[in-house]
């Protein structure tokens, strides 16, 4: 398992992105003032610029982008917990039921491997999907949730597997770093939806309004084509991470391939599996759809290259060096003795 070389090229790759991501901005701006200056041009050609036209321009498009930036900020400046809370999940009980005491046993003993402070563990009891995410700006205020679907499921080495990944993300910085790059792609947005604004007011402002629209999409869209990439690397890492610390392919590979299976059963029901809501239940909220460990229906998107998440046969692929068949789902040793089986 080359889990070492894959760590290193998703860095890299990351490093390339983000830097792209930041001409990307810088390109937003740039583009926002050319398309003002041209409009300035074709309406008023025999008149100079305006004394700060460039100043002008410049600064209310970095206003937005930062705006936009700051408001995503706002919506996570609570932390981990308070996120958790308002989708809806508990705190883990570990003497309620051996799965979820078992689900605290490996996340005390993988954080004393990691040397990392552990998260507070919660649960998403009404959520049958196999899923989990991390969330947290700081260490004391991170999170894993974990879903009911993961512990009624999962073995014990297939646990190790998810937890181990979610807490790479905590470890390498990715809900920071994902956060930032949503604030960005939000400033874009508010870009183009400024324009589009300037837009209906008629006349004049219709041609500028237009131009900042046009600059704005193509910023917008290329952000978020970017912060998907990075996604996708950041997910890759922490698959090879979870490989490295559990030293076993089967643990985080199991977890997929029964993600699988769950997909497929759920495809053959009436309406799809994009209509299985019951199962994802508290993971449809917008900040945390790309910190999950699988996409849910409603992140999945009509373009593949928009999804925050590389597909899970390239994934189990990579674990495994070729493509697997999806596991069966069985409830797991823990969960029948609870159930009095």
Known sequence: MRFWDWQSDARRTTRWLVLLFGLCVLAALAAVHGGLALA???????????????AVNVGVTLFLILGGWWLTHEQLSAGGRQLAQRI???????GSTPAEQQLCNIVQELCVAAQMLPPQVVVLARADAIN????????????????????????????????????????????????QLAGMVSGLELVYHFGET??????????????????????WCSGRLLKAAVARQRELLADARAVQWTRSRDALGGVLRKVMT?????????GGWRADHRSHSG??????????????????????????????ELRVARIYGRPMRPLPLQATPAVREADGF
């Open 132 to 179: 989990a995410f991390a969330a947290g700006w700081e260490p004391d205020d991170a999170v894993i949730a974990v879903t009911q679907g993961a512990l009624d499921y999962l073995t014990r080495d297939e646990m190790q597997g998810l937890v181990a990944h979610e807490l790479s993300h905590l470890k390498e910085g990715d809900t920071r770093l994902n956060m």
């Open 262 to 270: 769950q997909r497929q059963e759920a495809a053959r029901h009436r």
């Open 40 to 54: 300035w041009r074709l309406l008023f050609a025999h008149l100079d610029y305006p004394k700060g036209f460039v």
């Open 88 to 94: 809806g999940a508990r705190e883990a009980r570990p």
């Open 198 to 219: 300037l837009r209906e007011r008629g006349g004049l402002a219709w041609w500028f309004g237009n131009a900042v629209m046009a600059a704005g999409f193509v910023g």
């Open 283 to 312: 993971l449809h909220h917008p900040l945390v759809q790309h910190m999950l460990l699988a996409e849910t229906p409603d992140s999945s998107r009509l373009e593949h290259w928009l999804d925050a998440h590389p597909p899970l």
